[in-house]
């Protein structure tokens, strides 16, 4: 599966204000660019990782708008992978693989179970600053 970012011939990126509205419109970007890349939305990963990336702007914009008022959505695909990301300028890196065995993780939990299940990685990376995060997801096509 490729992996470097770079190497992948489509990529966009949207920036959103931290409100409840950005999940709805992170989704739809999501889904008409990969339209627009070839990747049909019946493909049997597209659900599932539509539903992962809801869950991750959900979470930044519950748990991360007071410190980032924006939040960023990275897309990304090649002939064998879709990659995602969600950013924001909130410290917290949450423990991505903890999250399947803590009480209370809730989504999560189903965003780690869904990732592990289609055989793909969840990656938590910290800004140079310290001061936000990117969870990167990599789904195999």
Known sequence: MTTQLEALPHRHVLT???????????????????????????????????????????????????????????????PDCFVFAVHDRHPYQPPLYGAITERGSGGLGTVMELVLGLRGTAVARADADGKGKSIWITLPL
């Open 16 to 78: 959103l204000p931290s409100v409840p509205a950005a999940v709805r419109v992170a989704r739809q970007t999501a889904e008409q660019t990969l339209r627009e890349w070839g990747i049909g939305l019946r493909h049997p990963t597209v659900d599932p990782a539509l539903l992962i990336l809801s869950e991750l702007v959900t979470n930044s914009v519950r748990h991360a708008a007071a410190l980032s008022p924006k939040i960023t959505v990275f897309y990304a695909a090649g």
